[in-house]
């Protein structure tokens, strides 16, 4: 998720911007899911398992290496907090997970990974592939909204992407929220929203990743709706697994 400020903007010249429209495909929160159920259904596929993460949830899952999976974005404009661990998961300080550094190390510095880049662990090693990306507009330097950042925004008890993941993960071993790691933002167009545009993900955008090693993974539906972020409303996702 991000902040409502952003120092430096001028630094981040390097995210690639929010691509055309295509297609005459609308924008905003859409509750025509058409477009989305065509595009999980364009490609032969030998079994599909779809999971609607409902608006402000979580949901975790696991998946083998060289197994194919899909976020997409159900109704436009949201954005995802993607989390991920080596399998088997351990709570444990020294357990090797996603890392947004290491990432952009390997980028050279950028924060949008393209098609065919890697997402790399905190040791240095692939832990994802691009495959298909219809957005490519994402952040890696943003960190997982948490209970403590929305005390400051005078919002107690308000859900966060850290809380929901910590909740999904419950089933492997995690017990609290600080525990999470800083994560993917798919779908999160950075700069841009600092200068008070909206994202610019539509219905049945998706991200296609290649697990490169077994992993233990975690996904929320980002809860902040504030300054028009998430298009002003959460709205549910979902998660497509076993794509062959």
């Known amino acids: ?24 495909a609308s924008s905003g929160n859409s509750e025509s899911r058409a477009e989305w159920e065509t595009l999980l259904t364009t490609q032969p596929r030998s079994t599909l398992k779809t999971h609607v993460v409902p608006a402000a949830r ?49 980028l050279g510095g950028l924060a949008t990974p393209k098609v065919g880049e890697c997402l790399y662990t905190n040791r240095d090693r692939k832990m994802f592939t691009l495959m298909d990306d219809t957005v490519k507009t994402h952040d890696l330097l943003y960190m997982a909204c948490n209970p403590g950042f929305y005390e400051r925004e005078n919002q107690p008890g308000h859900r966060s992407c850290a809380t929901n993941v ?46 490169e090693m077994d992993v233990v993974c975690a996904v929320s539906s980002c809860p902040f709706e504030g300054e028009g972020f998430n298009g002003g409303k959460v709205t549910a996702v979902a998660v497509v697994l076993e794509i062959g």
């Open 1 to 24: 998720m991000t902040r409502k400020s952003f120092p430096q903007q001028a630094a981040l010249t390097t995210t690639t911007p929010c691509p055309p429209e295509k297609g005459g």
């Open 166 to 211: 910590a909740e999904a993960m419950e089933p492997w071993g995690m017990k609290h929220w600080s525990e999470v790691i800083d994560p993917f933002n798919v779908f999160q167009n950075t700069p841009y929203y600092t200068l008070k545009a909206l994202n610019c993900s539509k219905p049945g955008d998706y991200l296609e990743m290649r697990a």
């Open 58 to 106: 979580g949901f975790a899952f696991e998946v083998k290496a060289s197994s194919h999976f899909r976020i997409v974005d159900l109704h436009g404009q949201q954005v995802v907090d993607f989390m991920a661990w080596a399998s088997p998961y351990s709570p444990s300080a020294t357990c090797e997970h996603f890392s947004t550094s290491y990432t952009r190390y390997a």
